[in-house]
């Protein structure tokens, strides 16, 4: 008996250190992969393509299950699918234009948006006032980074405004889609990357990138596609785009939801710290002092609302046998840990 229960307790260890060493590194890798690799368009649809068919390798040899696709649920998942890539999109071209103590600073603050789109447009309750107080360190929190910010450029924070929507967008549309359409998680994964796979060649097109990318092809500069050091980064953000979602649900079912939660923040401490310590492109000393207090002040909102989300809404059966023992509610803090990637991690919320 013991010698089983040593075997689960280095499983479960496994799972929860891989999953926090991709959450802790995706971000700055992503950081790098964009460096590196100018051509936001073409690198989330070579994420996005990564994470398709990871889905449905692993599916087809039997170590998960994805719903098939059908054109009925696409075409009901599409809107959906195109709110998450302008999320992506967004968050691709804030990493591009700004540092990654920006990107969090402004993902830390989704909360603000979100308590006041679920008050007003899914008639969630009021927050309360230990909610309503955790909102205000957040708040100072991003505004003190943001007044001592150095790097501060009107194009990278223009990216930060329209990604803070567009994720706040996506966590209160998504979590009205993944409720009602009866997918279950993979099958959700599977979808959003398919899709956005899908529309990526428009958006090459609406922004003028495959010029680009054509010229580069043909390059033997820095900017060359097949760069080694490009090639190496793309890689990398791919397979840790993939990783994350894997051992974000493996450590989800193997620990609880508070001890899941817990890792979560633990993480965002942890990117910081390797950022610092690894790449030149951070805030200043004050600057990540504020990014320190706007974590903290997502984890008193976490805090704050546990009480509310600890008991989901009840579904009927058929939508219930779907889950697989998955929490959909949980979908609207995915991206979080997704940084750039094209595969979010639906169960926990992320990052």
């Known amino acids: 008996m013991s010698a089983i229960r040593s075997k689960q307790y280095y499983a479960t260890s496994s799972l929860v250190v891989g999953y926090a060493l991709c959450s802790s590194l995706l971000a700055v890798i992503n950081k790098f992969a964009i460096t590196n690799f100018n051509y936001p368009g073409l690198l989330t649809a070579l994420q996005y393509l990564t994470s398709t068919l990871g889905v449905w390798i692993l599916g087809k040899f039997g170590f998960l299950h994805h719903d098939p696709f059908t054109f009925e649920n696409a075409k009901k998942f599409l809107p959906a699918a195109f709110v998450f890539y302008l999320a992506i999109f967004t968050n691709t071209n804030l990493l591009r234009h700004a540092n990654v103590d920006t990107f969090i ?99 090459w097109i609406i922004t003028g990138e495959y010029v680009d990318v054509f010229i580069a092809m043909g390059s033997n500069g820095k900017g060359n596609l097949f760069h080694p050091v490009a090639f190496v980064a793309v890689a990398l953000s791919c397979v840790f785009g993939l990783l994350i979602s894997f051992f974000g649900f493996a450590a989800r079912k193997a620990i609880s939801a508070t001890a899941f939660t817990v890792t979560g923040v633990v993480n965002k401490f942890l990117t910081v710290a390797i950022n610092v310590l690894i790449w030149d492109k951070h805030a200043s000393p004050f600057g990540i002092g504020c990014l320190l207090l706007t974590i903290a002040g997502g984890v008193f909102y976490q805090q704050s609302v546990t009480g509310v989300t600890s008991a989901p809404p009840q579904r009927d059966s058929a939508v219930s046998k779907q889950d697989n023992g998955n929490d959909h509610d949980n979908y609207g803090d995915s991206d979080e840990e997704k940084g750039m990637s094209g595969l979010p991690i639906y169960c926990e919320k992320s990052s």
């Open 105 to 203: 600073v402004f993902r830390s603050c989704t909360p603000l948006l979100v308590a006041v789109a679920d008050t007003a447009f899914r008639k969630q309750p009021c927050p309360s006032k230990l909610t309503y107080l955790a909102l205000v360190v957040i708040l100072g929190g991003a505004c003190g980074y943001v007044a001592t910010d150095s790097g501060f450029t009107l194009t990278a924070y223009s990216w930060a405004w329209a990604y803070l929507v567009t994720i706040t967008t996506e966590m209160v549309y998504i979590k009205h889609m993944v409720t009602n359409l009866g997918l279950n998680t993979w099958g959700f994964v599977f979808y959003n990357n398919l899709l956005s796979l899908m529309m990526a060649p428009l958006f």
